[in-house]
């Protein structure tokens, strides 16, 4: 995307994971439909972590060359607990969180866009990440685990 929609991505993003909270059944949003799915609201405190996580990432970027961070891995006991959170708490998060973002977003001069960062995700690899890039990814996260929250996102076939 272009640098200068990702704030308004972000925005959008949380204003659609406010209306599917506030909208949705309850026992949906926390019912756990198989393993390695997770759940609706697990689906957003995701979102959440990532948009917090990706702005304090993108603030260390602007004072350091290329850091190295671990993938972003919650721990059973850190999903577990956001099946507890609260629907309205989450959709004020989720959108604070995205706002954070979408003004440190906002505040990058031109040489910012390029800075970079090491995502070491262990035997998952490892990435290099731009601003750009990273600033994306939170975007496209946040419309991904969306759709996988609704159930609109359908499995790849064989």
């Known amino acids: 995307m272009q640098r200068d929609a990702l704030g308004g ?14 909208s949705s059944d309850d026992h949906y949003l926390r019912e756990v439909p198989g393993p390695g799915i997770f759940s609706p609201i697990q689906y957003g405190a995701h979102v959440r972590d990532i948009q917090e996580v990706y702005g304090d990432r993108i603030l260390l970027m602007l004072h350091e060359d290329s850091p190295v961070f671990p993938q972003l891995n919650p721990n059973e006991a850190a999903w577990g607990s956001y099946n507890r959170l609260g629907v309205v708490e989450l959709a004020d998060d989720i ?60 499995p790849a076939s064989a």
């Open 9 to 22: 991505e972000l925005l959008s993003s949380a204003a659609a994971w406010r209306s599917f909270l506030l």
């Open 95 to 154: 959108e604070a969180q995205a706002r954070r973002l979408a003004e440190i977003l906002d505040e990058l001069q031109p040489g910012d866009w390029s800075r970079t960062m090491i995502r070491d995700g262990g035997s998952d690899g490892v990435f290099e990440f731009t601003v750009v890039g990273l600033a994306n990814y939170a975007v496209h996260e946040s419309h991904h685990h969306l759709l996988d929250a609704d159930g609109t996102l359908k």
